[in-house]
Each structure stands twice: as structure tokens, then as C-alpha cells.
């Protein structure tokens, strides 16, 4: 194992299998961040979701894959030459991966790669000689999803943060206004079916307990952008509030705690939620951006 590796693991209390997975993939997240910093991808794109929220700004949940959006709209934007450079980093590091991009309809704005590899041969690299391994499936495949939005709405706002591990490197990232924005309006306009994200709510509160402030501009324009809202409609705080209380009403909080439980070391803060926290919460808390 790369002495690097041995370095990033320390972080992690570990005390299961799935702590081990999860540590697996977070040390994969890292160093395929690393690679698309060789490619010179991030002149081109930024770091947000809650993959970005975790690695630069201190989110205490796990969060499966690394979403990206162009800074300018590209439909011609090519994210294969970027993503060779994380099958190479990866490779570096002794973890041999296939790094594929998945071919979609020409008109989508979304363009898409998956990182894989098998779970067990890759957790007996890093934790070697380990009984903890033996119940785990040996087909089982470790799989990360890269998005890269190509044509974004406009008004996010970025800043360059550092990352050390597993070498010092710069990522351009959101800024947490932006950020928090772009998760109001997951919250608001995602499309659950019978499956509430629970993950959603759970970075919701995250967001109002470190007051941050929500680049309501941007949040606007996404709606916009997805037909939630027209450039007619009056948009503010107290219209924002509305909406938000609206949803909470709609919502099954049963299946967001359940949505959220294996994302979490302690769950015991989900206890109170309910349309009336979310609804107390929001009106007391939510802060805009000037």
C-alpha cells in the first residue's frame, strides 16, 4: 500500500465493514479529484454536491458521487480526455479501476463517467490481512459516479480551495452560497418518486446550522432553468419560505430518516424531524445573500 494511502486512512475510526467501504471510496474520491487536477479540468469546471461539501467544507455524512458543472455552457465539452488522467492517479496509487464514460443522448446536458472496481481485492489492499473482510460478497464492485452538468444556470459563484491529501493540490469548488442553493433546489424540485432523500433535509439543516447565507440569484435561475419557475414570477425570501413550507407539508419525514440512517454515524438527530421543525427551522434561520 502507497504510504500516502496509509496517511489518508488515519482520519477514519473504523469499526465495521462498512466503515471500510465507505473509507475505500472517500480515499477513491480524493485521488480522482487529484487526477482531474493533473487533466487542467478544473479551468474549465467546479466542485459542488455533497461530495464537495464533505472533502472542503466539513459535511458529516458520506456522499456517493462527484458532481461538477462547466463554468460556461459547452456543448461540445469533451470529459473524456479529463477522466483518463483519475484511471491513471488511480493506477498510481495501486488501485487498478475501470474509468468509463457513459454515452448519452447528444442533447443531454449532463455528461457521465463511472469509476470501478471490485470492492474486496481493493479494502485487502488497504487493510490487509483483516477477518472484517471475509463476510463481505466477493462480486460486490465499488462504483463512483462523475456528473459534469455542460450547460449549467448561471449566477453560481466559486472560490479555490486546497486539498493535501494524498498531495497538496487546488480544486475550484462553489461557494456555500451557491452551494446551499443548489440544495434548496434539489429539495424544492427533485423528482422522488416513492423515495424521499432524506440526504437532502439532512444537508438542509446542516446549511441554516452554519448560517449560511443562500445565493438566492442562483437559486432562481436553476428554477427557472428546470421550468419551476417562470422570469415573470416574483421571487424572494418570504416566496422562497412558501415554497419550502409547502414541501415540507408533502413530505413522508418516516422515509427521509430512513433515506439518511446508513449516510450517518448518529442518527439520533433525526429525531425531531417533522414538517413543523423544518418549517420552525426555516422561518428562524434561512439567511440571503446580499
Not at 23 to 39: D, N, P
Not at 55 to 80: A, I, P, T
Not at 132 to 144: A, C, E, R, T
Not at 170 to 175: E, G, Q
Amino acid at each position: 500500500m502507497h504510504s500516502s494511502i496509509s496517511d489518508m486512512l488515519e482520519k477514519y475510526k473504523i469499526k465495521s465493514i462498512d466503515d471500510k467501504k465507505n473509507a475505500l471510496k472517500e480515499i477513491v474520491q480524493e485521488i480522482s479529484l487529484l487526477g482531474l487536477y493533473r487533466s487542467g479540468f478544473y479551468h474549465y469546471a467546479a466542485f459542488y454536491g455533497g461530495t464537495a461539501l464533505r472533502v472542503f467544507y466539513g459535511l458529516d455524512r458520506f456522499s456517493e458521487d462527484l458532481d461538477f458543472s462547466l463554468l460556461e455552457r459547452d456543448s461540445k465539452f469533451e470529459l473524456e480526455k479529463h477522466i483518463r488522467f483519475i484511471k491513471e492517479e488511480l493506477s498510481a496509487y495501486g488501485f487498478e479501476m475501470t474509468v468509463e464514460e457513459k454515452i448519452k443522448d447528444s442533447q443531454n446536458n449532463i455528461k457521465s463517467a463511472f469509476i470501478r472496481g471490485n470492492t474486496e481485492i481493493h479494502l485487502l489492499k488497504i487493510f490487509p490481512a483483516t477477518s472484517l473482510i471475509s463476510g463481505l460478497n466477493k462480486n460486490d464492485v465499488l462504483k463512483i459516479k462523475l456528473e459534469v452538468d455542460i450547460n449549467p444556470p448561471q449566477g453560481a459563484e466559486y472560490e479555490v480551495k486546497y486539498h493535501l491529501n494524498p498531495i497538496p493540490f487546488s480544486v475550484r469548488v462553489f461557494s456555500e452560497p451557491s452551494l446551499f442553493a443548489g440544495k434548496v433546489h434539489a429539495l424544492l424540485c427533485r423528482k422522488w418518486g416513492n423515495r424521499v432523500k432524506g440526504r437532502d433535509f439532512y444537508d438542509f439543516v446542516w446549511y441554516l446550522s452554519r448560517n449560511t447565507k443562500l445565493n438566492l440569484k442562483h437559486l432562481q435561475n436553476r428554477m427557472i432553468f428546470s421550468g419551476h419557475l417562470n422570469h415573470e414570477s416574483k421571487f424572494d425570501k418570504n416566496e422562497l419560505i412558501n415554497l419550502l413550507i409547502k414541501r415540507f407539508n408533502e413530505i413522508d419525514f418516516t422515509q427521509a430518516k430512513d433515506d439518511i440512517r446508513p449516510f450517518i454515524k448518529d442518527s439520533s438527530s433525526l429525531d425531531v424531524w417533522s414538517k413543523e421543525f423544518f418549517t420552525a427551522i426555516t422561518k428562524d434561520k434561512l439567511l440571503i445573500q446580499e
